[in-house]
């Protein structure tokens, strides 16, 4: 089941895995920060959805989307507008088909997902893909809400609300100039360059603090992207202030990207049993304790949870470690990203007191350990 990530910006400091000195960040700030690429799911050639698939990020400047968006969609989508109630084209759309963003294309919602909500704007119980919209905290007007964003490109879309229809719950209550309508006979005009590139795989491992395993995952060849998130627990609390507190389900995780071609999943197996973390520490990893902290393989079907036992039973046997592995196995219902702040925060916070202590140790261990299957060697 598809559902929203209700995210909180700003955070408490914590005991273990603190936070570091992140703000508030301006559009042009965002964009430098984002990634190069993002994991998303797109239509092919045949109208199918695919993936998840890395696509380019859609980075322009102010100027740019002012010059080539109609004004409306321009307020709206990158000055975080809002059209009026009752006044969009689509919100009595009841044709079949697929509503992407106005600004990059990407799939957004199904046809099938709308619904009549009776707020004046076009209203969806779920996203085509989780992938593909953002949740962010927006505490404007005088209040807190959780905004909607494109994932390649950025474009606000509009709210999320927990009053929604069943299955989910939510209402994701969208500007209809945000979004463009494909008929459903017409999907392959959506076909994505990304869905005709290798198809690539996820796995999704907790190993302590996320900051830690994401710094050592991001060394390797083979590895797309590494996202630090949550999975465990229910949508309303993959945030850091209450994973963080444990007052959650959720463990920190990180979600592997990779090309099984160059690096496979026995590798990141190992790389995760044995550089990563200690999988032998029950609900803690060096100062970090609690559930939140837990050694786990979210595993995404029977062969990974196979793999992952009999790979579990072989270090046993082998007596590599003093004491009992403790790593659980658990089905990934939800994958939630965490919040932007704390992506890639070893590359960008070297010099940060846990930083020094815990992830750059780890870091230089993967890159002696595995020299030969580093990023850049031999190229």
């Known amino acids: 089941m598809l559902v929203g990530t209700f995210c909180v910006v700003f955070m408490m400091l914590v005991a273990g895995c603190v936070e570091g000195e992140s703000g508030p960040q301006s559009m042009s700030e965002r964009n430098e920060a984002m990634a190069s690429t993002v994991m998303v799911r797109v239509f092919n050639k045949d109208g199918e959805l695919v993936g998840p698939v890395s696509s380019d990020r859609v980075v322009k400047s102010d100027e740019q989307w002012a010059s080539e968006l109609p004004r409306q969609v321009y307020e709206v989508t990158r000055r975080d507008g809002t059209e009026r109630a009752g006044t969009g ?60 964003e494109c994932a390649r490109c950025g ?8 009053d929604g229809p069943r299955p989910t719950g939510l209402r994701y209550c969208m500007n209809s100039v945000s979004l463009v309508f494909t008929p459903a006979d017409e999907l392959g005009s959506l076909a994505d360059p990304a869905a005709e ?90 100062p970090d304790v609690g559930r939140q902290y837990r050694s786990a393989v979210f595993y995404q079907s029977e062969e990974e949870r196979a793999r992952v036992e009999a790979y579990i039973e072989e270090l046993e046997a082998s007596g590599r470690f003093g004491d009992p592995i403790v790593t659980t196995l658990e089905p990934l219902e939800q994958f939630y990203a965490a919040e932007a702040y704390h992506q890639d925060f070893v590359e960008q916070n070297p010099m940060q007191p846990y930083v020094r202590q815990q992830a750059l140790p780890k870091v230089d261990k993967v890159r002696r350990k595995y020299e030969s299957r580093l990023k850049g060697v031999g190229q």
């Open 155 to 162: 474009a606000h879309l509009g709210h999320v609300f927990p």
């Open 197 to 286: 590139a290798p198809l690539l795989r996820s796995a999704v491992f907790a190993g302590g603090c996320f900051w830690c395993t994401e710094a050592v995952y991001e060394q390797l060849e083979g590895v797309h992207e590494v996202v630090s998130g949550y999975a465990g627990g229910e949508a309303r609390t993959a945030n850091y202030a209450q994973v963080s507190a444990g007052r959650t389900d959720h463990a920190e995780v990180i979600r592997i990207t990779y090309d099984p071609a160059v690096i496979d999943y026995a590798m990141l197996l190992e790389v995760f049993f044995t550089v990563a973390h200690d999988p032998t520490q029950l609900n803690r990893q060096g």
């Open 89 to 148: 084209e689509l919100l009595n759309n009841k044709a079949e088909g697929v509503y992407s963003c106005a600004c990059c294309g990407l799939p957004l919602f199904r046809s099938e997902a709308k619904y009549e909500s009776g707020t004046g704007w076009p209203s969806f119980y779920e996203p085509i893909a989780a992938e593909n919209v953002v949740d962010k905290k927006d505490t404007s007007h005088g209040m807190v809400r959780v905004e909607n």
